[in-house]
C-alpha cells in the first residue's frame, strides 16, 4: 500500500453522524476551487501509512468507546481505490470501523460505473459526493460544503441501483412516569 495520510482528526463532530474518528488520505484529482486541504491534492503529502501508524491509530479509536464510527476525508479516498480499501480492511482487522463515512467528489453514478470505485464504496455505509462548489456554498448544511453534494445511504443505493439520500436513524426516547 502506498496511500499517505495528511491527518487525523479523533473527535470530529462534523465530518459524518455522531463523534467520528477522521482519517485525512492524500491524493485527490478534483482541485476544488477554495479547497480546504489543497495540500492534500499531492499523493505524497504528509506521512505513509504503516502497520505502526495503524496500530497508534487503532490504540487511539480503542480509547475513544463513544465514537460513532470512522469517517475517509482527504484529499479523495477515491483517488487510490485499492489502497483505501487495503487501508479500510486492515483497519477492520483492528476492529476500528463498526460505521464507515466517506467523502468524495466524484458522484455516486460515476462511482456506480467504475468497478473499483464500487469495491470500494461497498465498504462504505455512507458517501458524501460530489465536488466541493465554491458557488454552492452553505454552511447551514450538516456534513455537507456545498448544496450540489449529498449523503447517500450506501446499501439502499446499491439495493435500488440509484442514489438513495441517507436519512438519520431516530431513536425513540423513553419517557418517565410522572
Not at 17 to 29: A, H, I, K, N, Y
Not at 84 to 112: A, F, K
Not at 124 to 148: P, T, W, Y
Amino acid at each position: 500500500m502506498s496511500l499517505y495520510i495528511s491527518g487525523v482528526n479523533y473527535e470530529s463532530l462534523v465530518d459524518g453522524d455522531g463523534v467520528r474518528t477522521v482519517l485525512f488520505l492524500s491524493g485527490c484529482s478534483h482541485h476544488c476551487k477554495n479547497c480546504q486541504n489543497p495540500d492534500t491534492w499531492n499523493p505524497r503529502y504528509g506521512v505513509p501509512i504503516t502497520d505502526e501508524l495503524l496500530d497508534e491509530i487503532a490504540e487511539n479509536i480503542h480509547k475513544r468507546p463513544f465514537l460513532a464510527g470512522v469517517t475517509l476525508s482527504g484529499g479523495d479516498p477515491f483517488f487510490s481505490p485499492d489502497d483505501t480499501v487495503e487501508l479500510i480492511q486492515r483497519l477492520r482487522c483492528r476492529r476500528c470501523i463498526n460505521d464507515l463515512w466517506i467523502y468524495t467528489g466524484y458522484t455516486w453514478e460515476e462511482i456506480m460505473h467504475n468497478a473499483k470505485y464500487m469495491q470500494l464504496a461497498s465498504h462504505a455505509d455512507v458517501i458524501v459526493d460530489g465536488e466541493f462548489i465554491e458557488e454552492q456554498k452553505d454552511r447551514r448544511l450538516k456534513f455537507r460544503g456545498s448544496r450540489n453534494q449529498r449523503i447517500i445511504d450506501v446499501k439502499k443505493s446499491v439495493d435500488a441501483g440509484t442514489a438513495i439520500l441517507w436519512k438519520k436513524k431516530t431513536v425513540p426516547v423513553a419517557c418517565e412516569k410522572p
